[in-house]
């Protein structure tokens, strides 16, 4: 397995024009381009060339309101995901899919069929769903409540690794002499029923090269830990300060002990906008540009609709109206988000317009303006003071944004040792460490 | 648009090893590979270096009980399409997609997305599923009786139409210098609230090339044939001979004038499997050879499954047991099937045997073994006599079921006027004649 050294994981965010609210209005962005596969194809490629362990895609059922101020998201991602499985060859690819509103047979058999197509590159991010914009697409009906969509993901996940496991590893025969093509003994119903769903199974697609996906998940909610500790072996995760990711790094490892995982198990990686400039002069010019593209208006909405406040009342130039705001328990979807900004005015004493620029970048993530060796300064700290095992890249604006990064922080982290040189393993799994799950576990060591 | 001569129309409908139902079996055929995208990688290039229109994916979602017996279909149809769409140009790609088992919202979306990422060459053929084996995946609750899922089809598509249509053309701005993205007033919501769905729109991607993915349908009962006429572009059918592609090609072609369609906007395309070698007698021969490797257990399960009741306790080498069997009336999916086999079995006074031979190619459809020149007689004839404007091409088995075709028939339909010798057009509706659906339709026009 190459390298023994423990390293970095990467895995690139990978969205239209990128992560700044503003950037699709840089004058080296394509926002033309947010829904032509090619773009894509180029930018996946450019992160295989830096060896990232995987790219990402988030995903939403709806079309935002702010869609006057703001590019398009992207492409579907399992169609977008498995055009870029032909366009690759070693880069894991993980799609996000909703528990909330799917159906766990569409959702295990499509990331069977990316698994098979891409050669073990497939990875789930399972999300739950925010806000009725989504929920209005399906039925006429608000959004679950939060422990409702959460109940649901557990029972959902849950078939979906039945589904999974419906097929033993030696269940295909293919003996064109007897004519027995596969060996039903070693394909079983799962005979689901539970509160929520009812499937019986079996997959109508054998055990995949990775038998599951790697399973990925970004809840910051007390429920959302809890889930990630449960189910997830890498988990996404929005911090704003290298101190808010060691809490959160020390936090979520303690509970993997109870589902009977070691810290290990789980990857945790902080979101990390860098702005990347030759000189530290460089890097600021790029960030203040950004910021004098970026909009009221749609700051104004993202806040509100996070804050579920109408802010566009209150003075700009004045502090977070706090006796205002709804408490982090009465609202229904990014509860972790709502509780970080809330802390991050306060703590900072931001005005709204403060904090609409400090969460410009990336919503809230650890974002830093500095040259490859101070990019590279910061994830190492992050790495080794207990914050990161790594990072979900989210550049600022794309294309320059990744090449920046791939050719100038990649390189960096390679000569610290940081980072891997080459691909070792041909599978997602691999890239993170993490071994088939137990049945296709047997059978390889059954074969060795 | 280049020849204004009528010619036909030709899809491939591609299933893993072919056909015939013993293909697996074949000393030629890849069984191994029916979940290994780069074998159908080759497959759509070899359909898209004879110019054929499009390929085609069937779907169901459930494994078939006869899995020990019958090779696998193949990958799931979005992923593995947008995998073909990346290792092909041209050539049109037509996914099965059933309104009984998905939500419009995903289904609308999905093929938006890959008619992007091919640059125009999406198509949707619409199904409403069949069989318990795909219920209970779902749902502790049988398949819905027939009439309720044509009733829900009709619903579904015309969601999913108005969620294509939910932004015109010219809705994105995309005006870095302003910061407007988007024109709100040009993405409307659908709002739409039915017996069966609600959903309120817009989609979260923009109105793709073709504005509508092509529509495809096969439904050959009553219903079906009704839905087909409202609804269809490019129609599938299964007939056994000319007689009955006349009978249902004149019948087809009638009904659209109730729905203020002519009889140009459908475009019928029969099944066909066509068995070929340099003579007549190795066209038998290859045909007899799969014949014998057909399998008694498999073929009683399909038939038995058709007509609703097990044949297992009849003599093979007897009649139907016709007083026995369900009338066509009371079985809930497959209707125009089960008449034509209880039809085919009357009037040629087949066996029990026979007939399971007789149906072994190709489930029930057209199949003929000759040389190229008798092969494209009969295309040629369907053709012209008005049973066919096109085939559902089925090769018995693959790859050289294919190879032969592209190789030997399509020059021969070439030589005689009746298939393009070059595409004319980028997109799927252009190869079948079709013009994009009004909005965009008006848009080009106003562009020219």
């Not at 390298?3 to 700044?20: A, E, V, Y």
């Not at 930018?43 to 590019?71: C, Q």
């Not at 977070?320 to 970080?340: C, F, V, W």
Request: glycine share 8%; proline share 6%.
């Amino acid at each position: 397995m190459g390298d023994k050294r423990k390293q970095l994981h990467l895995n690139l965010f990978l969205m239209s024009t990128g992560h700044h609210e503003a950037s699709w209005r840089h004058p080296n962005s394509a926002p033309e381009r947010a829904v032509d596969v090619n773009y894509y194809v180029k930018l996946a490629r450019t992160a295989e060339r830096g060896k990232l362990d995987s790219l990402f895609l988030a995903d939403s059922y709806g079309l935002p309101p702010t869609i006057k101020y703001k590019v398009l998201q992207g492409l579907e991602p399992f169609t977008l995901l498995s055009a870029l499985a032909m366009a690759t060859e070693r880069i894991g690819l993980i799609g996000t899919a909703s528990t909330t509103y799917n159906e766990p047979f569409h959702v295990a058999r499509k990331f069977a069929s990316l698994d098979l197509i891409s050669g073990g590159r497939a990875g789930w991010n399972i999300v739950t769903s925010t806000g009725n914009t989504t929920a209005f697409n399906f039925r006429d009906e608000e959004l679950p409540d939060h422990s409702d969509r959460y109940r649901r993901a557990e029972e959902f996940l849950q078939v979906v690794k039945s589904l999974w496991d419906s097929w033993e590893d030696e269940a295909l025969v293919i003996d064109k002499q007897s004519g027995i093509y596969a060996d039903p003994d070693k394909i079983k119903p799962i005979s689901h029923k539970g509160d929520y769903y009812a499937v019986r199974g079996p997959l109508n697609l054998p055990r995949t090269p990775q038998g599951h996906p790697l399973l990925v998940q970004a809840g910051a909610s007390e429920t959302g830990k809890e889930f990630a500790a449960m189910a997830a072996e890498a988990v996404f995760t929005a911090q704003n300060n290298i101190e808010g990711g060691r809490r959160f790094y020390s936090d979520l490892k303690s509970r993997l002990a109870k589902y009977g995982r070691t810290p290990e198990e789980a990857c945790i990686l902080p979101g990390f906008c860098p702005i990347i400039g030759d000189t530290e002069a460089e890097a600021r010019e790029k960030e203040q540009a950004l910021h004098e593209l970026t909009q009221i208006d749609y700051g104004l909405y993202r806040l509100s609709n996070l804050f579920g406040i109408n802010l566009a009342g209150y003075p700009l130039d004045g502090p977070l109206p706090y006796a205002d705001l709804p408490q982090t328990e009465q609202i229904n979807s990014q509860k972790g988000r709502h509780q970080m900004f809330i802390e991050m005015a306060r703590t900072e004493g931001l005005t709204i317009r403060q904090l609409m620029m400090r969460t410009a970048s990336s919503r809230g993530h650890f974002s830093l303006a500095g040259t490859p060796v101070q990019i590279a300064d910061a994830m190492e700290r992050w790495f080794a003071e207990g914050a990161a095992d790594g990072f979900n890249l989210m550049p600022p604006y794309l294309p320059d944004g990744l090449d920046d990064f791939v050719d100038k922080v990649v390189p960096e982290l390679q000569n610290r040792g940081l980072f891997r040189e080459e691909y070792t393993g041909g599978t997602l799994r691999e890239h993170y460490g993490r071994p088939l799950p137990s049945r296709a576990l047997l059978s390889a060591q059954l074969k060795a």
